[in-house]
């Protein structure tokens, strides 16, 4: 298989267009990756401004700021943003740049379609957020979107929809091109088994997405179809159900939570081993366990739903197979930490964010045991526990993840090393306010405080005090993350191709910054 | 015929797709405002010519690439598995309108009708409600209907698909073997049922609309019957517009016996298409 790179009428090639039609034009893996991270950075401060609302409502009982019409909008489209606009297009972004260079590919296997696959979230990012600005306000039944709650939504409700079924076809074009580009691009002699760990996550997640972003499509059409044309698929007098959106909703959504963490996972396996300055512990073991985590995704989605009234043996079998989910997780915690075992560490801010990660992500792991157990979730059910447990996942884990990965490739991507200690300054500001905004959510919600309402109880005053503060400290700080990146591309001490003395793999074989092009000769795999 | 056989081809920049995500953008945006009622016709037409437009554009753009011979052998497997990844995509979609079928036939209509732990349910909400299908809930949503028979057209419409998935074979052999008159024949064959097929499946329609009272309003079969049914049909025509496509290349001489990615992504999807009836058939019309 050769795999040499041409271009149509120019054989010598002068690097990229110029001006704005670059960006709008481009076909090339490391521009598209890049417009991805910026857009995916964006909308991280878009979607934590709208937290902010919710925090600073919460900051006392009562109500303060906003109505609560307005609020529920906020808990809406704080996490359809984050999800569908900030992490995932983030994790595609490092996908789009880092899988062809640690394969040894010239480029993404279908470029037009990678250029597409970017250039419609500018676009369906805009019909969601349009709709804050309509009669009846944005969608706000949470991002769940279930029936009959969500079509009471105003004139909003076609808006998101639609905006869902465009970000489903961008997930959708976006993971064929991954799959393709993994199948078919990589160099002579790199077999499967020998890709490095991220390039094996993106894989699973690929595979994970195809399967079901047309699940989340087929199921708001539906929603659709019962809001505007008469059809009774979530409505009992017709004989339908409204249960039944739930299941396809959280078919899609819990393989969704796991496409959101898996690239996550990939990154810190790069990072950790380089660190560590050992190679990854059990490489083949953590592909298993990335499979298992993935079939099982498939096979866990009820446990969303115990307190809707399923039959038992429903509830036991989503109680167990969710269980199950912890020994694969388990094979990944222990590798990581058997990757630094007698290992030679340093404390670089990726290596910094990588174990927060590793601390904080096993927190969110177990509080997840703690709500798969079916008769203990009828109390934590739609509690500030459930709040507590998800952001730990999200936030110190596929966030963080994320952080650990621009840091750890910033210097690759730019050809500057970045200020190392503004880096640190942000990953402790992070790690401190992070846990100060969370960790009290798990007392408030076993104490018994709902989710998603603008008011509580004055009994847990306090600790949404300090969880506010924690949030609003947590939002601020990221603001040096921009400067680190800005001050970064503009310049700073030259990086070596190597970057890292203990990294391995492809991408740390070419120049700081990686040239335009890469790999145009496949480069040889022992 | 190529001068870079042994090149991955890499695209410089395009313009379709973003003119093309524009042109979804306006027509979403005018489906939209129509649904609520305003008058969005304009943008509806133009966002519709924009995606027609981007469409006949960028598919000409690799057509001519691929006739130029700029295509190797990696790039044309970068093709196939991207295609079988997407109809892939496609089994999972339709996968979820069967889901709600099964779902409502076997879990919920009994539900409402007091199974299992459900006594209460049909006493206090729906009581007398018996569970049955086919079934427009106890609301007797929509009124009295007619379900749709299986003997009828859409047996008719079977024995139809199931022809076209063999007049493409013999095509695809012909291509393979050079002889073009048989191909474009037999190729002209198959996007004719296809047309054929959706007639069919518009008078049932109008069968189903005027004189069986059996409308999307029916409750959850008629929900279902036309989610399915309508959702297959689109794909139908996608298909045999696909298939015009590829007869009017063969026509004017594309393709080789070796190189013909396009030809067979029709007919894998051809096929697919084909499969999905053949399942509409049976939950759908049949059982």
Not at chain 1, 259 to 276: C, M, R
Not at chain 1, 479 to 490: G, K, N, S, T
Not at chain 2, 84 to 110: K, T
Not at chain 2, 120 to 139: D, K, Q, R, V
């Amino acid at each position: 298989m050769s795999a040499t790179t041409t271009h149509d009428e120019h054989h010598d090639d002068h690097g990229p267009a110029k001006g704005i039609m670059r960006w709008i034009t481009t076909t090339n893996h490391k521009d598209i990756g890049t417009l991805y991270l910026v857009f995916a950075l964006a909308m991280l401060f878009v979607g934590g401004a709208m937290s902010l609302v919710i925090r600073a409502e919460l900051f006392q009982p009562g109500l303060q700021f906003v109505n609560p019409d307005f609020f529920n909008q906020m808990t809406t489209m704080h996490a359809l943003i984050m999800v569908f606009g900030m992490i995932m297009p983030a994790f595609v972004g490092f996908a789009n740049w880092m899988v062809p260079m640690m394969i040894g590919a010239p480029d993404m296997a279908l470029p037009r379609l990678n250029n597409w696959s970017f250039w419609i979230l500018p676009f369906a990012g805009t019909l969601l957020l349009s709709t804050l600005f309509m009669d009846g306000g944005g969608p706000a039944s949470g991002w769940t979107l279930y029936p009959p709650l969500v079509l009471q939504t105003g004139n909003a409700l076609p808006f998101a929809i639609f905006s869902v079924h465009l970000l489903g076809v961008s997930s959708i074009m976006g993971s064929i091109n991954i799959i393709v580009t993994i199948m078919n691009m990589r160099a002579p002699g790199m077999t499967l088994l020998k890709m490095p760990l991220f390039v094996w996550t993106w894989l699973i997640t690929a595979y994970l997405l195809i399967a079901v972003m047309p699940v989340l499509a087929g199921g708001v059409t539906m929603l659709l179809t019962d809001g505007f044309f008469g059809t009774s698929f979530f409505q009992a007098a017709g004989g339908g159900d409204p249960v039944l959106f739930q299941h396809i909703f959280w078919f899609f959504g819990h393989p969704e939570v796991y496409i959101i963490i898996l690239p996550a996972f990939g990154i810190i396996s790069q990072v950790i081993p380089t660190f560590s300055r050992k190679p990854l512990f059990g490489h083949d073991s953590m592909v298993y366990a990335t499979a298992s985590i993935a079939f099982l995704s498939f096979i866990v989605w009820a446990h969303h739903m115990f307190t809707v009234g399923m039959p038992l043996a429903g509830q036991l079998f989503f109680m167990l197979s969710t269980m199950l989910i912890a020994i694969p997780t388990g094979v990944k915690v222990f590798n990581w930490t058997a990757t630094m075992w007698r290992g030679s560490l340093s404390f670089e801010t990726p290596m910094l964010f990588a174990l927060a990660f590793l601390f904080l992500f096993t927190i969110g792991g177990f509080s997840g045991l703690m709500v798969a157990i079916a008769p203990a979730d009828f109390q934590y059910h739609d509690s500030y526990f459930v709040v507590a447990h998800f952001h730990y996942v999200l936030v110190p884990g596929a966030l963080f993840g994320a952080i650990a990965g621009a840091y750890y490739w910033l210097p690759k991507w730019t050809g500057h090393m970045y200020n190392e200690t503004l880096g640190k300054v942000h990953f402790w500001l992070s790690a401190i306010f992070v846990n100060l905004t969370f960790f009290p959510q798990h007392f408030v919600g076993l104490a018994g405080m709902p989710r998603r309402i603008p008011d509580y109880a004055t009994q847990f005053a306090d600790f949404n005090a300090i969880s506010s503060v924690g949030a609003f400290g947590f939002g601020f700080s990221q603001l040096l993350l921009v400067y680190v990146v800005i001050q970064c591309v503009r310049g700073g001490e030259k990086a070596s191709a190597q970057v890292w003395d203990g990294a391995e793999g492809l991408e740390w074989t070419v120049p700081s910054p990686a040239p335009y092009h890469t790999f145009e000769e496949p480069p040889l795999v022992r | 015929m190529a001068h870079a056989q042994d090149k991955y081809y890499i695209p410089h920049g395009t313009k379709w797709p973003i003119l093309m995500s524009l042109g979804l953008f306006t027509l979403f945006l005018g489906v939209s405002v129509w649904l609520n009622g305003g008058n969005a016709t304009p943008a509806i037409i133009v966002g519709l010519a924009i995606v027609i437009t981007m469409m006949f554009f960028w598919f000409g753009e690799v057509i001519g690439e691929s006739e130029a011979g700029t295509f190797n052998d990696q790039v044309d497997t970068s093709f196939r598995i991207g295609m079988m990844w997407f109809i892939f995509s496609e089994v999972m979609f339709f996968a979820v309108f069967f889901g709600a079928l099964f779902y409502a036939r076997q879990l919920a209509l009994p539900w409402l009708g007091g199974e299992g732990s459900n006594f209460f349910t049909n006493l206090l909400l729906w009581e007398g409600f018996e569970s049955s299908w086919p079934s427009n809930g106890p609301a007797d949503v929509g009124g009295e209907f007619e379900p749709m028979g299986a003997w009828g057209i859409p047996a008719l419409n079977t024995a139809i698909l199931l022809t076209s998935g063999v007049t493409i074979t013999v095509a695809h052999h012909a291509l393979k073997e050079g002889n073009r008159r048989v191909l474009g024949l037999f190729l002209a064959l198959t996007f004719l049922l296809g047309f054929i097929f959706m007639g069919f499946q518009a008078y049932e329609y109008i069968h189903a609309y005027q004189e069986l009272n059996l409308t999307m309003n029916s409750g959850i079969y008629g929900s279902t019957f036309f989610m399915l049914t309508g959702f297959h049909g689109m794909h139908v025509t996608i298909g045999a517009i696909m298939l015009v496509v590829i007869w009017l290349r063969c026509l004017r001489g594309h393709f080789t016996a070796k190189h013909h990615f396009a030809f067979e992504a029709v007919a894998w999807y051809w096929h697919f298409v084909d499969v999905v009836w053949l399942g509409l058939f049976i939950f759908v019309y049949w059982l």
